[in-house]
């Protein structure tokens, strides 16, 4: 059933109801008249122990169970058909001009969308209009996000550091030091790490650049910064060093508290772990009490305790081809290694885990993509040709090719709606 015909009919009972008439009289004298007789006395044993005139509660009743439960058996189908159908084509409900220069990469924040180049970052809304901007010159910019409502863009091997939200540029500074790593706290507390040789400084910078606290590392000691990690309150951080030796290498996650309250020293180290022969090259906290580090063979979920402790280890025996995730959940994708004997042809396979270790979905797919992200409870996955949307439970939901080269892919709020941004255009579309 359509949705606009059952809201019709619900509109026809409805109306039927607050007349109270048991059928619909219309224009008909002589319905008229017997309605009249009714109310004036006639046999209302016809109509059980109501007034003359009037539905029977009990009818009521009966009417608003058939009613309600047309709803939700509606409403039931919906959802499944939503769920389980795959989507092959897709409508353009809105197109507007697009002017970015080339070299333009997109994020998003909030409810709006982030550009940014070399040359300045841009905050539009969903629409494409313009809602601040701020201009700099940065040869490699880097980027972190924290809670999707803080953002930080760094000058990689530079010295510029610029944090803001959707809503407005909350700072920006200058650091004496080239950067070599950023990470924000929802606060706008950001983490950097820079060079001085065989020296690395891990300095906490206020929004605008103030240092709350910094810690010095030697590649000696530690080995070199491969990604840092400051929690979303700002007061704790997590550092992957790799180090070089007797011809192997092994990774140092090194934990920091920065509060008042931690008993650290004088260098807020509260710990650290080794894990000889492995490379983490990705940190981040789900959330406050969940540090993750992502490592070429699986990942580590950590305990929040004073002294760090894995929670959570999950290993694959796969290489990782890719890695993405959000406060609920972290994904890969590898290489799928099935006999192709069996028929099997898709390319890729990929697994999401929650944060309990526990994985959530496998499934494979074909395609070329060159992004893939987990928005909501959905995988979105793209390439300038091909668009692809996965479902928490493995189901290819979407998947069409575009007609012009794609830049960016993002939901929309509603019902199977998405943002498709171009060369040209940034393009609303519905799947269906």
Same mark, same amino acid.
């Given at each position: 059933?359509?949705?606009?015909?059952?809201?019709?009919?619900?509109?026809?009972?409805?109306?039927?109801?607050?007349?109270?008439?048991?059928?619909?009289?219309?224009?008909? *004298?002589?319905?008229?008249?017997?309605?009249?007789?009714?109310?004036?006395?006639?046999?209302?044993? #016809?109509?059980?122990?109501?007034?003359?005139?009037?539905?029977?509660?009990?009818?009521?009743?009966?009417?608003?169970? %058939?009613?309600?439960?047309?709803?939700?058996?509606?409403?039931?189908?919906?959802?499944?058909?939503?769920?389980?159908?795959?989507?092959?084509?897709?409508?353009?409900?809105?197109?507007?001009?697009?002017?970015?220069?080339?070299?333009?990469?997109?994020? /998003?924040?909030?409810? #709006?969308?982030?550009?940014?180049?070399?040359?300045?970052?841009?905050?539009?809304?969903?629409?494409?209009?313009?809602?601040?901007?701020?201009?700099?010159?940065?040869? @490699?910019?880097?980027?972190?996000?924290?809670?999707?409502?803080?953002?930080?863009?760094?000058?990689?091997?530079?010295?510029? @550091?610029?944090?803001?939200?959707?809503?407005?540029?909350?700072?920006?500074?200058?650091?004496?030091? *080239?950067?070599?790593?950023?990470?924000?706290?929802?606060?706008?507390?950001?983490?950097?790490?820079? =060079?001085?040789?065989?020296?690395?400084?891990?300095?906490? !910078?206020?929004?605008?650049?103030?240092?709350? =606290?910094? %810690?010095?590392?030697?590649?000696?000691?530690?080995?070199?910064?491969?990604?840092?990690?400051?929690?979303?309150?700002?007061?704790?951080?997590?550092?992957?060093?790799?180090?070089?030796?007797?011809?192997?290498?092994?990774?140092?996650?090194?934990?920091?508290?920065? #509060?008042?309250?931690?008993?650290?020293?004088?260098?807020?180290?509260?710990?650290?772990?080794?894990?000889?022969?492995?490379?983490?090259?990705?940190?981040?906290?789900?959330?406050?009490?969940?540090?993750? @580090?992502?490592?070429?063979?699986?990942?580590?979920?950590?305990?929040?305790?004073?002294?760090?402790?894995?929670?959570? /280890?999950?290993?694959?025996?796969?290489?990782?081809?890719?890695?993405?995730?959000? @406060?609920?959940?972290?994904?890969?994708?590898?290489?799928?290694?099935?006999?192709?004997?069996?028929?099997?042809?898709?390319?890729?396979?990929?697994?999401?885990?929650?944060?309990?270790?526990?994985?959530?979905?496998?499934?494979?797919?074909?395609?070329?993509?060159?992004?893939?992200?987990?928005?909501?409870?959905?995988?979105?996955?793209?390439?300038?040709? !091909?668009?692809? %949307?996965?479902?928490?439970?493995? /189901?290819?939901?979407?998947?069409?090719?575009?007609?012009?080269?794609?830049?960016?892919?993002?939901?929309?709020?509603?019902?199977?709606?998405?943002?498709?941004?171009?060369?040209? $255009?940034? $393009?609303?579309?519905?799947?269906?």
């Amino acid at each position: 059933m359509k949705f606009g015909d059952l809201k019709k009919t619900l509109a026809g009972w409805a109306a039927k109801l607050e007349l109270g008439r048991p059928w619909d009289a219309g224009d008909d *004298p002589e319905n008229d008249l017997e309605m009249i007789r009714l109310r004036e006395g006639g046999d209302s044993g #016809s109509w059980g122990d109501a007034p003359a005139g009037e539905v029977p509660r009990s009818d009521r009743r009966l009417l608003m169970a %058939v009613i309600l439960g047309v709803v939700f058996v509606a409403t039931i189908g919906f959802y499944l058909y939503n769920r389980n159908h795959t989507f092959r084509t897709y409508e353009i409900t809105t197109a507007r001009e697009n002017t970015d220069s080339e070299g333009t990469s997109y994020a /998003k924040l909030g409810r #709006s969308i982030i550009k940014y180049s070399a040359d300045g970052v841009f905050c539009v809304n969903r629409k494409n209009a313009a809602k601040w901007s701020s201009a700099f010159s940065m040869q @490699a910019p880097i980027t972190d996000i924290c809670d999707d409502h803080t953002m930080v863009i760094a000058e990689q091997q530079g010295t510029q @550091a610029v944090v803001f939200t959707e809503d407005g540029l909350l700072g920006s500074f200058e650091t004496e030091l *080239p950067i070599l790593g950023a990470s924000v706290s929802r606060q706008g507390v950001t983490a950097l790490t820079t =060079a001085d040789g065989e020296v690395t400084w891990i300095t906490l !910078y206020t929004k605008n650049g103030e240092k709350i =606290a910094e %810690v010095r590392t030697t590649v000696g000691d530690y080995g070199y910064p491969l990604d840092i990690a400051v929690s979303p309150n700002g007061k704790r951080l997590m550092v992957s060093f790799l180090g070089v030796g007797g011809g192997s290498i092994a990774t140092t996650i090194a934990f920091f508290d920065f #509060s008042s309250a931690s008993g650290a020293g004088a260098d807020h180290l509260t710990g650290s772990v080794e894990y000889p022969g492995q490379v983490f090259p990705e940190l981040f906290y789900a959330d406050q009490s969940t540090p993750v @580090a992502v490592g070429d063979g699986g990942f580590i979920v950590f305990k929040n305790s004073a002294v760090p402790a894995e929670r959570e /280890k999950v290993t694959f025996t796969d290489e990782i081809v890719s890695t993405f995730h959000n @406060a609920s959940a972290v994904g890969f994708v590898f290489e799928n290694r099935t006999d192709s004997s069996a028929g099997v042809e898709d390319r890729w396979r990929t697994e999401l885990y929650s944060y309990t270790g526990k994985r959530m979905m496998q499934m494979t797919f074909d395609g070329s993509y060159s992004h893939i992200d987990l928005d909501g409870d959905e995988v979105l996955a793209w390439s300038e040709q !091909y668009l692809m %949307v996965f479902t928490r439970h493995g /189901k290819i939901r979407f998947y069409s090719d575009f007609e012009e080269p794609v830049r960016f892919f993002t939901r929309l709020s509603g019902s199977r709606r998405f943002t498709v941004i171009t060369r040209h $255009n940034l $393009n609303d579309i519905r799947i269906r």
